[in-house]
């Protein structure tokens, strides 16, 4: 059915996303999203095999959770067929990164070995969320984006998390002037009051469908009340200059970061862009032992997150990590605020800290 928030929701889209990606296939969330940009880069390619990354979240549903590639996926496996995992150019705290050189040479290596001729799409979190906020060292991004042209890959960038302002741009993809074939989004879409998703398409990919049938579509995709949501959501994120906000308070939020990171020795690693952060804890500082270990936690990240509760500063706590994601919104005095809090449970964390 065409709704009038649907066709204004779809232009108004086209107009903030990134290059040519002018059409967009609306769903209830991001899974689904992502569900339809595998169906979409399947039936365009005629190729079947999905590259994801282990760091990695794309949503709980069966497709999804198997492109996911962070634990979550363990109970789900085997999952849905095709799917192959790259790593990430981030190996954890001990680890540390990859030079640019060095990440889009094994993402090629394991093209080579698979046969691009198989794969139809690279699914990645321009900027990763959930498994750490992991911002890539400038150059990933296009490396990603060149190496994917070449073989005929589809793009598929993940913004459920980082799009809508999170990062300081509309798409977290703008930093790096990149443009995706495929591209999903939710959450900050309606900023979560109503349930929408979409996937947005190239203009090339939209018309291969013009005369072939995307077997697609849920009984409440594109539901009007979502629409209107979304519709409404962004004219705030204009009115109100969210972006701009974002990159004040993300400017601010960098120096509040490095402020712990000085401060406290249980602070191994801090990482923002925009209002979208990160601490990592560390109990060794020479050897950057983790204060919890992979999919785990401890003592004193549990005791951490009780803290911060008690407090009344609701954030994520996982693993060895806490995230710093306001609101778009927040004031400095807020931002500030919440700090002196983290500040004060980061005493109770660096009493463990060995070496
Ligand atoms: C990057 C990313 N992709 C996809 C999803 C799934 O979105 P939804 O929960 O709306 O299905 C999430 C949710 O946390 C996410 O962070």
Same mark, same amino acid.
């Given at each position: 059915?065409?709704?009038?928030?649907?066709?204004?929701?779809?232009? $108004?889209?086209?107009?903030?996303?990134?290059?040519?990606?002018?059409?967009?296939?609306?769903?209830?969330?991001?899974?689904?999203?992502?569900?339809?940009?595998? $169906?979409?880069?399947?039936?365009?390619?005629?190729? /079947?095999?999905? @590259?994801?990354?282990? +760091?990695?979240? /794309?949503?709980?549903?069966?497709?999804?959770?198997?492109? !996911?590639?962070?634990?979550?996926?363990?109970?789900?496996?085997?999952?849905?067929?095709?799917?192959?995992?790259?790593?990430?150019?981030?190996?954890?705290?001990? +680890?540390? =990164?990859?030079?640019?050189?060095?990440?889009?040479?094994?993402?090629?290596?394991?093209?080579? @070995?698979?046969?691009?001729?198989?794969? %139809?799409?690279?699914? @990645?979190?321009?900027?990763?969320?959930?498994?750490?906020?992991?911002?890539?060292?400038?150059?990933?991004?296009?490396?990603?984006?060149?190496?994917?042209? $070449?073989?005929?890959?589809?793009?598929?960038?993940?913004?459920?998390?980082?799009?809508?302002?999170?990062?300081?741009? =509309?798409? %977290?993809?703008? /930093? =790096?002037?990149? *443009?995706?074939?495929?591209?999903?989004?939710?959450?900050?879409?309606?900023?979560?009051?109503?349930?929408?998703?979409?996937?947005?398409?190239? /203009?090339?990919?939209?018309?291969?469908?013009?005369? $072939?049938?995307?077997?697609?579509?849920?009984?409440?995709?594109?539901?009007?009340?979502?629409?209107?949501?979304?519709?409404?959501?962004?004219?705030?994120?204009?009115?109100?200059?969210?972006?701009?906000? !974002?990159?004040?308070?993300?400017?601010?939020?960098?120096?509040?970061?490095?402020?712990?990171?000085?401060?406290?020795?249980? &602070?191994?690693? &801090?990482?923002?862009?925009?209002?979208?952060?990160? *601490?990592?804890?560390?109990?060794? +500082?020479?050897?950057?032992?983790?204060?919890?270990?992979?999919?785990?936690?401890?003592?004193?990240?549990?005791?951490?997150?009780?803290?911060?509760?008690?407090?009344?500063?609701?954030?994520?706590?996982? =693993?060895?990590?806490?995230?710093?994601?306001?609101?778009?919104?927040?004031?400095?005095?807020?931002?500030?605020?919440?700090?002196?809090?983290?500040?004060?449970?980061?005493?109770?964390?660096?009493?463990?800290?060995?070496?």
């Amino acid at each position: 059915m065409a709704t009038e928030p649907r066709a204004r929701l779809g232009a $108004k889209l086209a107009e903030i996303t990134p290059g040519d990606i002018d059409t967009f296939f609306f769903t209830n969330g991001g899974a689904e999203a992502n569900e339809n940009a595998v $169906k979409i880069a399947r039936f365009f390619t005629g190729r /079947h095999k999905i @590259l994801a990354r282990y +760091r990695s979240y /794309h949503g709980a549903t069966a497709g999804s959770i198997s492109l !996911t590639g962070d634990p979550r996926r363990w109970a789900a496996e085997p999952g849905i067929p095709g799917v192959i995992r790259v790593f990430d150019p981030y190996h954890g705290i001990e +680890r540390g =990164w990859d030079s640019v050189e060095q990440a889009l040479a094994n993402i090629e290596e394991v093209i080579q @070995l698979e046969g691009p001729q198989t794969i %139809a799409a690279f699914i @990645l979190e321009p900027v990763t969320g959930t498994n750490g906020i992991l911002v890539p060292p400038d150059g990933y991004l296009p490396g990603v984006r060149e190496i994917c042209k $070449k073989h005929g890959i589809l793009m598929v960038a993940d913004e459920v998390m980082s799009g809508f302002g999170r990062t300081g741009e =509309w798409f %977290a993809v703008d /930093h =790096w002037k990149v *443009v995706p074939d495929l591209i999903s989004m939710a959450k900050g879409l309606t900023s979560s009051y109503l349930p929408l998703g979409a996937v947005g398409m190239r /203009h090339h990919i939209a018309q291969h469908f013009q005369d $072939k049938v995307f077997y697609g579509g849920l009984t409440y995709n594109s539901h009007p009340m979502g629409c209107a949501a979304a519709l409404a959501t962004i004219r705030v994120y204009e009115e109100d200059r969210l972006l701009e906000n !974002t990159r004040k308070m993300g400017a601010v939020m960098k120096g509040l970061l490095r402020d712990l990171q000085s401060r406290h020795p249980s &602070v191994g690693a &801090v990482r923002s862009i925009g209002l979208f952060g990160i *601490v990592e804890l560390v109990r060794n +500082r020479r050897t950057r032992e983790p204060m919890a270990p992979f999919n785990g936690s401890s003592e004193e990240m549990t005791a951490l997150g009780r803290f911060f509760r008690e407090q009344g500063l609701y954030t994520f706590v996982r =693993w060895n990590t806490f995230f710093t994601n306001p609101p778009l919104c927040i004031t400095e005095k807020e931002l500030r605020e919440a700090f002196a809090i983290i500040d004060r449970g980061l005493d109770a964390t660096d009493k463990a800290v060995l070496d």
